[in-house]
């Protein structure tokens, strides 16, 4: 027999013979009908569990993470409101399923058993995975909670209070709601909890509020690392700005008590709090895993004794709510009922097409009030003398930020947040005077972490807000890329779009920096963010496409619901000529407020049908200093700028190149994992016009004198466009 039909049949045998361990008496305010209820919470997360084995054996269910042991969860929940949202364990089941016995018409177990089936039916994925989750219970899926959900959480308990000094048109929580995240001991120890632990506090320490309540589920082991016993404790009963809270998770009483003065305290406070919940892990970690291939017998025979329905028997006994034979009757009743269920469940529709497991990687749109804009007495008082300058062509740093300064006028759910972006208006002054015109709580200067600046921007977009989160340079975003890889992105294809992650990632990247190289301040690569399903990747290449872009990416944030990266060239910041010094070739107007460049409408200069050069943000500036060359060779060209990396606007391109006799791909990202990869594929599929590329080498950018000799040069273009005219690659 596998450990789960070993504890099962100890459980059945131990109640009939009332063999039940000690413990302490039953005590606190949780009435007798509530432990029942808690009970048959805690007897139907067994149940899933062992149907989901089940299941898995007979090849009718997959991969599952299972929630023995921790069923005193359920007495959590009860402490808690149904609106407060939860960020969710991956053992919460009974969390779940307590959540549900407080919102009439709920089927936890159908629900959970067209989960494991990988149902299409499936009320949260579609699906595409075994998550809890459920919009009616305000519980957001979570695929693998390695910690990585806790900076969400952050934002989302930031977003509560935020949503209150500022109303967000789609709000999702209420005004006096808190939230919950949960997580093991082992994740405890990762470094994106422990920033989201460190952010919280220093909100905290700040008096700003932050009602969150974070509660970490100690069985005391990692997979099949131990956690030293006594660490959870030793590490946050003292940490500065949350509140230390300890239950004994195998009991109900206990654990309700303790969690609902959690609660209060939070939801009175407005303030973190931390509560430890003691509990043990039955089982192996998860799937197939076998504890005794890393425990010794005797240490899982130990915990399989200790296990919180036969405590929860002995509780009930006590206080004379239940006896063991009424008990015994709900769990085998229980049974029962999931293994009927089940059958049922494993005949129902699965997902078979690509397109249909694709259905939800792009979110529904929704319904926005339409805005008329600022009025033209709100707009003089906001923008001040910088009204006047609108009549002289500029850089494009100023111009995106007057972009800015139009959006949030115009959109009050608009927040900009991330290191330095408020007093000092960015490194680069993209951001200056916005926090003067809008204040500290629409322009928000984090601390220095990019990991809180992205999770404080997905949980602000759970309450309706449309975030604008900046990361410095291109390079940071790769401490934090999986807040936008494994949450931000996967939201709303794991949650079918029920759940989504609308926002705009702000990012200064790209090379040509004079002064800056290395890895961190000129970095040129983007293939972390082009491979990622459903994310929206725009470039600008001078001022005044930037903040018709960046007007457009706001749209699909807030109608869309769609989750883009505008990513800023930094060398274009201030570039003012391009031919010439002083002769203002790269400064342009600021665009009338109702002019947008739509997604995935390339931009084309010149008609010339010898070549066609095809490019993006430096490229583009430098291909048109090499245009002027080709003229002057006789070669008539058109240079084409890309824009929107990704997707890429495939049928817009190919449009571009129509009539042309050769294609030059001109790209400064590196020649592996680069743009150009891309785009040479889609020119060889698609066309038959002879192509050839000009990347950046594969190489990190060095400081000095040789700052851009990796990469494509105005010189090197021009050759490459002769060469490639006269039949030569």
Same mark, same amino acid.
């Given at each position: 027999m596998d450990r789960a039909e070993i504890v099962h049949q100890n459980f059945l045998r131990r109640v009939a013979a009332g063999d039940l361990p000690g413990g302490a008496l039953p005590s606190g305010p949780l009435? @007798?009908?509530?432990? *029942?209820? /808690?009970?048959? &919470?805690?007897?139907?997360?067994? $149940?899933? !569990?062992? +149907?989901?084995?089940?299941?898995?054996?007979?090849g009718q269910g997959f991969y599952t993470i299972g929630s023995s042991g921790h069923e005193g969860m359920a007495a959590v929940a009860a402490a808690l409101r149904p609106d407060d949202m939860a960020f969710l364990h991956y053992r919460d089941a009974a969390f779940q399923i307590a959540r549900a016995a407080q919102v009439p018409g709920q089927s936890p177990a159908w629900?959970?058993? %067209?989960?494991?089936?990988?149902?299409?039916? !499936? @009320?949260? &994925?579609?699906?595409?995975?075994?998550? %809890?989750g459920s919009k009616a219970l305000s519980i957001p899926p979570q695929t693998s909670t390695i910690a990585s959900h806790l900076p969400k959480a952050v934002?989302?308990?930031?977003?509560i209070g935020a949503a209150r000094r500022h109303r967000p048109e789609h709000r999702d929580l209420p005004d006096d709601a808190i939230v919950l995240c949960s997580f093991g001991d082992a994740s405890a120890n990762h470094s994106t909890a422990q920033g989201a632990f460190n952010t919280a506090g220093w909100t905290a320490y700040q008096s700003i509020p932050l009602p969150l309540l974070f509660v970490c589920e100690d069985n005391g082991i990692g997979i099949s690392t131990r956690t030293p016993s006594g660490w959870i404790a030793a590490s946050f009963a003292a940490r500065p700005g949350l509140k230390y809270f300890h239950c004994d998770g195998l009991d109900i009483h206990d654990t309700f008590r303790v969690a609902s003065e959690a609660a209060t305290w939070v939801r009175t406070r407005r303030k973190p709090a931390f509560l430890h919940v003691a509990t043990i892990r039955l089982y192996g970690h998860a799937g197939a895993d076998v504890?005794?291939?890393?425990?010794?017998?005797?240490? *899982?025979?130990?915990?399989?004794?200790?296990? @919180?329905?036969?405590?929860? *028997?002995?509780? /009930?006994? +006590?206080s004379g709510a239940l006896n063991p034979a009424g008990a015994l009757a709900i769990y085998q009743e229980t049974c029962a009922r999931v293994a009927r269920i089940a059958q049922d469940a494993v005949t129902r529709p699965r997902l078979a097409t690509a397109r249909e497991v694709m259905a939800s990687l792009i979110p529904p749109k929704r319904a926005c009030r339409p805005t008329n804009g600022p009025t033209p007495e709100a707009r003089a008082a906001v923008f001040g003398g910088d009204l006047r300058a609108m009549d002289e062509p500029q850089i494009m740093s100023r111009l995106i930020n007057w972009a800015l300064t139009d959006l949030m006028l115009e959109h009050p759910e608009t927040v900009l947040m991330g290191e330095d972006v408020g007093r000092k208006g960015g490194v680069y002054g993209v951001t200056q005077k916005l926090a003067a015109r809008f204040g500290p709580d629409r322009v928000i200067d984090t601390l220095l972490d990019e990991q809180s600046i992205l999770g404080l921007a997905i949980g602000m977009a759970q309450n309706g807000f449309v975030p604008i989160p900046e990361i410095q340079f291109l390079a940071y975003l790769h401490n934090a890329e999986d807040q936008i890889r494994g949450e931000a992105a996967t939201l709303p294809f794991f949650s079918n779009g029920l759940y989504t992650n609308p926002m705009v990632v702000r990012v200064a990247g790209l090379g040509y920096q004079k002064g800056f190289g290395g890895h961190f301040h000129n970095d040129n690569s983007v293939a972390v963010l082009r491979d990622? @399903?459903? %994310?929206? /990747? $725009?470039?600008?290449? !001078?001022?005044?496409?930037?903040?018709?872009? /960046?007007?457009?990416?706001?749209? %699909?944030?807030?109608?869309e619901q769609r989750l883009v990266v505008f990513l800023e060239p930094i060398a274009l910041y201030p570039m003012r000529d391009l031919h010439g010094e002083k002769d203002g070739g790269w400064m342009r107007h600021y665009p009338a407020r109702s002019e947008v460049i739509p997604f995935g409408e390339v931009g084309v200069h010149g008609d010339g049908t010898d070549l066609a050069i095809v490019s993006f943000a430096n490229g583009f500036y430098l291909s048109r200093q090499a245009e002027a060359r080709l003229a002057e060779a006789g070669v008539k060209t058109r240079v084409i700028d890309m824009r929107w990396l990704s997707p890429l606007p495939v049928e817009a391109l190919i449009k571009a190149v129509k009539g042309a006799k050769r294609i030059l791909i001109v790209d400064e990202t590196r020649r592996s994992g680069g743009v150009a990869e891309a785009l040479m594929a889609l020119f060889t599929e698609r066309t038959d016009i002879p192509h050839a590329r000009i990347t950046a080498e594969d190489s990190f950018i060095a400081t000095g004198p040789a700052y851009a000799v990796t990469m494509p040069s105005a010189d090197g273009i021009f050759d490459a466009a002769m060469a490639l005219i006269g039949g030569r690659t």
């Amino acid at each position: 027999m596998d450990r789960a039909e070993i504890v099962h049949q100890n459980f059945l045998r131990r109640v009939a013979a009332g063999d039940l361990p000690g413990g302490a008496l039953p005590s606190g305010p949780l009435s @007798p009908t509530g432990a *029942v209820s /808690l009970f048959r &919470s805690g007897c139907l997360s067994r $149940a899933l !569990d062992r +149907q989901a084995r089940a299941m898995q054996k007979a090849g009718q269910g997959f991969y599952t993470i299972g929630s023995s042991g921790h069923e005193g969860m359920a007495a959590v929940a009860a402490a808690l409101r149904p609106d407060d949202m939860a960020f969710l364990h991956y053992r919460d089941a009974a969390f779940q399923i307590a959540r549900a016995a407080q919102v009439p018409g709920q089927s936890p177990a159908w629900d959970m058993l %067209l989960s494991f089936a990988s149902s299409s039916e !499936d @009320p949260v &994925s579609g699906g595409r995975h075994k998550v %809890l989750g459920s919009k009616a219970l305000s519980i957001p899926p979570q695929t693998s909670t390695i910690a990585s959900h806790l900076p969400k959480a952050v934002g989302a308990a930031y977003a509560i209070g935020a949503a209150r000094r500022h109303r967000p048109e789609h709000r999702d929580l209420p005004d006096d709601a808190i939230v919950l995240c949960s997580f093991g001991d082992a994740s405890a120890n990762h470094s994106t909890a422990q920033g989201a632990f460190n952010t919280a506090g220093w909100t905290a320490y700040q008096s700003i509020p932050l009602p969150l309540l974070f509660v970490c589920e100690d069985n005391g082991i990692g997979i099949s690392t131990r956690t030293p016993s006594g660490w959870i404790a030793a590490s946050f009963a003292a940490r500065p700005g949350l509140k230390y809270f300890h239950c004994d998770g195998l009991d109900i009483h206990d654990t309700f008590r303790v969690a609902s003065e959690a609660a209060t305290w939070v939801r009175t406070r407005r303030k973190p709090a931390f509560l430890h919940v003691a509990t043990i892990r039955l089982y192996g970690h998860a799937g197939a895993d076998v504890p005794t291939t890393y425990l010794s017998r005797e240490e *899982v025979e130990a915990e399989e004794a200790n296990d @919180p329905l036969l405590h929860s *028997v002995r509780l /009930l006994d +006590q206080s004379g709510a239940l006896n063991p034979a009424g008990a015994l009757a709900i769990y085998q009743e229980t049974c029962a009922r999931v293994a009927r269920i089940a059958q049922d469940a494993v005949t129902r529709p699965r997902l078979a097409t690509a397109r249909e497991v694709m259905a939800s990687l792009i979110p529904p749109k929704r319904a926005c009030r339409p805005t008329n804009g600022p009025t033209p007495e709100a707009r003089a008082a906001v923008f001040g003398g910088d009204l006047r300058a609108m009549d002289e062509p500029q850089i494009m740093s100023r111009l995106i930020n007057w972009a800015l300064t139009d959006l949030m006028l115009e959109h009050p759910e608009t927040v900009l947040m991330g290191e330095d972006v408020g007093r000092k208006g960015g490194v680069y002054g993209v951001t200056q005077k916005l926090a003067a015109r809008f204040g500290p709580d629409r322009v928000i200067d984090t601390l220095l972490d990019e990991q809180s600046i992205l999770g404080l921007a997905i949980g602000m977009a759970q309450n309706g807000f449309v975030p604008i989160p900046e990361i410095q340079f291109l390079a940071y975003l790769h401490n934090a890329e999986d807040q936008i890889r494994g949450e931000a992105a996967t939201l709303p294809f794991f949650s079918n779009g029920l759940y989504t992650n609308p926002m705009v990632v702000r990012v200064a990247g790209l090379g040509y920096q004079k002064g800056f190289g290395g890895h961190f301040h000129n970095d040129n690569s983007v293939a972390v963010l082009r491979d990622i @399903p459903g %994310l929206i /990747l $725009a470039c600008p290449s !001078d001022g005044a496409e930037a903040a018709k872009m /960046l007007r457009e990416c706001v749209r %699909l944030a807030r109608e869309e619901q769609r989750l883009v990266v505008f990513l800023e060239p930094i060398a274009l910041y201030p570039m003012r000529d391009l031919h010439g010094e002083k002769d203002g070739g790269w400064m342009r107007h600021y665009p009338a407020r109702s002019e947008v460049i739509p997604f995935g409408e390339v931009g084309v200069h010149g008609d010339g049908t010898d070549l066609a050069i095809v490019s993006f943000a430096n490229g583009f500036y430098l291909s048109r200093q090499a245009e002027a060359r080709l003229a002057e060779a006789g070669v008539k060209t058109r240079v084409i700028d890309m824009r929107w990396l990704s997707p890429l606007p495939v049928e817009a391109l190919i449009k571009a190149v129509k009539g042309a006799k050769r294609i030059l791909i001109v790209d400064e990202t590196r020649r592996s994992g680069g743009v150009a990869e891309a785009l040479m594929a889609l020119f060889t599929e698609r066309t038959d016009i002879p192509h050839a590329r000009i990347t950046a080498e594969d190489s990190f950018i060095a400081t000095g004198p040789a700052y851009a000799v990796t990469m494509p040069s105005a010189d090197g273009i021009f050759d490459a466009a002769m060469a490639l005219i006269g039949g030569r690659t």
